[in-house]
């Protein structure tokens, strides 16, 4: 028989998954497309976040129920994941998501948000900023993927696309999961990080992650730019997937404040899940201020 502290022991997201679902509940809207999944907890001034290729709206929980105390958080499940239809083109830019997003946006009435975009939410997030810069009090990238959309990124742009689709193929959804968790996150991991990494990315569709690679190998975060609101953009110290000398590249290049979080790598929000509230706390402060004055 289990003792009740084994419990975390035999499903270390357990906890996790109680939260989410109690916390952090699911919505699902009507849009003209089809249904499209966000969740939302907390009241106040709107913080929406955006996730990355290989995890959901379920990877901030642990952020959101800390911001929660200060404002309306939305964290969606992009199209074609979780219970989001994906979107009809097959080889869709960022401005498609963009314009998701901004469905998304009126049906829960948010006239302004901060937007946070990670990883490949970043591209999404800076698309909408630069399209609907009335919307966006603040723009806050973690870990942004650039895309290899530009020209001069042509053999790259072929390499990553054959391996992520390759690995798909191959290995299937489950099998990803199990094998790129780790390389998601810094070098010594809590196990329960690791397993939320693990967890969430098990739950990818593989329609709407095949979207999204074609998303990150086609287009490209710097052709929204310049853009007219405060940006700032966050690396976690220890990330191998968008390192932090890109990620400061990328800053430079959008004239945003850069810096880096410290014990974490490419799945901050999951690894270090206080420390980047403070930054989206402090950011969504930032913002209010610049409404007042």
């Known amino acids: ?69 200060h404002a309306r958080v939305v964290a969606w499940d992009a199209p ?39 990883s490949l939410g970043a591209l999404t997030a800076t698309a909408f900023a ?12 973690i870990s942004p993927a650039r895309g290899y959309g530009a020209p001069t ?15 798909l193929e191959q290995l299937g959804i489950e099998q990803m999961a199990a094998q790129r968790s780790a390389h998601m996150l810094s070098p010594r991991p809590s196990p329960k990080a690791l397993e939320w990494v693990r967890w969430n990315m098990s739950r990818l569709n593989t329609g709407g992650y095949r979207q999204a690679v074609e998303l990150l190998c086609g287009d490209d975060l710097l052709r929204y730019s310049p ?24 800053a430079k290049a959008l004239n945003a404040n850069f810096n880096l979080i410290p014990d974490a790598g490419h799945a901050s929000p999951i690894e270090q899940p206080l420390l980047v509230a403070g930054r989206l706390a402090h950011a969504l402060m930032e913002s209010m201020k610049g409404d007042a004055q």
Request: charged letters at 20%; a negative charge; aromatic letters at 2%.
């Open 227 to 250: 853009l007219s609101m405060p940006c700032e953009v966050h690396c976690g110290e220890a990330d191998t997937i968008t390192a932090p000398q890109d990620c400061l590249t990328l």
């Open 130 to 141: 630069q399209t609907h810069p009335a919307r966006v009090s603040r723009l806050v990238l």
């Open 1 to 69: 028989m289990l003792h009740a502290t084994d419990i975390t022991a035999v499903h270390p997201t357990a906890e996790l998954e109680q939260q989410l679902a109690n916390r952090l509940p699911q919505l699902t809207l009507a849009l003209p497309d089809g249904p499209q999944a966000v969740r939302e907890c907390g009241k106040g001034a709107a913080i929406v976040l955006l996730h990355g290729i290989g995890s959901g709206a379920a990877s901030w929980l642990e952020v959101a129920l800390q911001l929660s105390q």
């Open 80 to 118: 074609g994941y979780g219970d989001s239809i994906p979107l009809a083109q097959i080889r869709p830019t960022a401005q498609d998501y963009a314009e998701r997003l901004c469905q998304v946006l009126d049906a829960l009435g948010i006239e302004q948000c901060v937007l946070v975009g990670h």
């Open 153 to 167: 990124r042509d053999l790259q742009r072929a390499q990553v696309r054959k391996k992520r689709l390759d690995a």
